[in-house]
């Protein structure tokens, strides 16, 4: 019998309908359209408004057309993993408030926070699910709401982030197609350049930290820059070195979404042509754990059953990795 891996088999994804444009950003901050089209590839961003809604509403739409796009019941999933950094509350999981609100009755679940590089590390687990033999149905979300810990009066971090998100489902094939091989990495130290300040068991929030405005993402953005353009592409070329690919041999690199600079050094380093590279950074922004899941659910229609992909991340820990899969459908 050959091995089993871990197919995609399915994928979906959802954004919410306001659009938040760089004309808008203009009469929020100090910036302009063509400093941020120039800097980062952003043109708008979507935001979810609305009280009571938070990542679970987005990842409850992206695996309800899942399911109905592979035509089985939510009571067919075993496990669901949810990538966030905004999860709906500390505690319980969101992943635990998708599988309620999905009626996945009969699924474990539960979340991971890797930051930018959280639905790599959840493709990568929930598919150890699958080889394992043991389960069947794997949902892997990855969603956030960003604008919850933005701060619009910081041109440094709002004009970077929106709201959006998507699921994959991942099922066992025996055909030589699926997930084949990942590199996974962090380093902690990183921490001081990308986090939020409060809310956490260091630092619990008080009127003091909702006051100093610690409840938003804090980044020093040229050093992140500099270890992301590294850290993505080091291990895309890492991952196509091993697994013996050439560039000719990649149908589509599928890269985080934060920097449409990052993403070129990555390409240029991986030696494949921009018209093999996802890209929606002009449309969503960084959704963080979303912007994987959302190239490919757009790309889809256009991947080929045996094409060579490559996904990479990098974020926030700092976190980064890639994973090499074959398309399955
Ligand atoms: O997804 C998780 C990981 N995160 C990332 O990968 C993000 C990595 N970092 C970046 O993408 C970039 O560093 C940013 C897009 C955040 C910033 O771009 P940059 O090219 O690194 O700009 P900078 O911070 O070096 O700032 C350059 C100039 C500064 O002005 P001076 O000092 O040269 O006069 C900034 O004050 O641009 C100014 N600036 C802005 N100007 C207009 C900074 N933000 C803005 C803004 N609009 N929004």
Redesign the pocket.
């Known amino acids: 019998m050959s091995k089993i891996r871990a197919a995609i088999t399915a994928v979906h994804a959802w954004v919410p309908e306001t659009k938040l444009t760089n004309a808008d950003?203009e009469t929020m901050?100090?910036?302009?359209d063509e400093?941020?089209q120039s800097?980062?590839g952003i043109k708008e961003r979507r935001i979810l408004k609305g009280e009571g809604q938070g990542t679970s509403e987005i990842g409850m739409h992206a695996v309800n057309g899942l399911l109905k796009k592979r035509g089985i019941k939510a009571d067919e999933i075993d496990l669901l993993i949810c990538a966030t950094t905004t999860p709906d509350m500390q505690f319980p999981a969101t992943a635990n408030i998708i599988s309620d609100k999905v009626g996945a009755i009969n699924a474990f679940s539960y979340d991971i926070n890797a930051?930018?590089s959280g639905f790599l590390y959840a493709v990568a687990t929930g598919s150890k699910f699958i080889e394992s033999g043991q389960y069947k149905k794997v949902v892997i979300v990855g969603a956030d709401k960003m604008s919850s810990i933005i701060d619009y009066s910081d041109?440094?971090?709002?004009?970077?982030f929106g709201d959006g998100g998507g699921a994959i489902l991942l099922e066992p094939n025996e055909t030589g197609a699926g997930i084949i091989d990942s590199i996974l990495k962090s380093d902690g130290s990183g921490r001081q350049f990308?986090h939020q300040k409060a809310g956490g068991s260091v630092k619990p929030a008080t009127h003091q930290t909702v006051d100093a405005k610690e409840h938003y993402v804090y980044?020093e953005?040229?050093t992140?820059?500099k270890f992301?353009v590294k850290g993505m592409a080091d291990v895309s070329a890492e991952i196509m070195e091993r697994n013996n690919l050439t560039a000719a041999d990649v149908a589509w690199l599928v890269p985080?979404q934060?920097?449409k600079?990052?993403i070129d050094a990555t390409a240029n380093r991986m030696g494949v042509g921009p018209e093999k590279v996802m890209l929606n950074i002009e449309r969503y922004g960084?959704t963080?754990n979303g912007t994987l899941p959302l190239c490919l659910w757009e790309y889809e229609p256009q991947l080929k059953k045996g094409d060579n992909i490559i996904l990479a991340a990098?974020?926030?820990g700092f976190t980064w990795g890639a994973i090499y899969l074959k398309w399955a459908y």
């Open positions: 950003l901050v100090d910036t302009n400093w941020i800097r980062t930051a930018c041109r440094a971090t709002c004009i970077i990308l980044q953005g040229q992140v820059f992301a985080h934060a920097n600079r990052i960084n963080t990098f974020g926030g």
